[in-house]
């Protein structure tokens, strides 16, 4: 069973900065996907960031130009950095990696932006 764990969420203010990272239990060559999704209270859980193994993105209308996500093959990690936060991007943040048969979820990180 592959596990992800996440890491990196926490309080910051408008404007600032926060770093995730989400390490896989195995290689993430065998991922086609990997990505972050938040949640928000009441909200629906969206997505954030993708990326496919060949390396290609796609983001959020809403974080597009703000946030980047990357992968580290070495460290079998893949990153999200947020800049210029909002308020808005307060959510439980989870990694996700979809192999060709399941799946998988991380067990969340919180972002909170306030001042």
């Known amino acids: 069973q592959v596990q992800l764990v996440e890491s990196g969420g926490g309080l910051v203010q408008p404007g600032g900065s926060l770093r995730l990272s989400c390490v896989a239990s195995?290689?993430?060559?065998?991922?086609?996907?990997m990505g972050w999704y938040r949640q928000a209270p009441g909200k629906q859980r969206e997505l954030v960031a993708g990326?496919?193994?060949?390396?290609?993105?796609n983001y959020a209308n809403s974080v597009k130009g703000r946030f980047t996500i990357s992968l580290d093959n070495a460290k079998n990690t893949v990153n999200l950095q947020m800049n210029s936060l909002k308020p808005d991007d307060t959510a439980v943040y989870y990694c996700?990696?979809?192999?060709?048969?399941?799946?998988?979820w991380g067990q969340g990180t919180q972002v909170t932006v306030s001042s």
């Open positions: 195995e290689s993430i060559f065998r991922f086609l996907t």
């Open positions: 996700n990696a979809q192999d060709t048969l399941h799946s998988y």
């Open positions: 990326i496919t193994s060949s390396g290609r993105t």
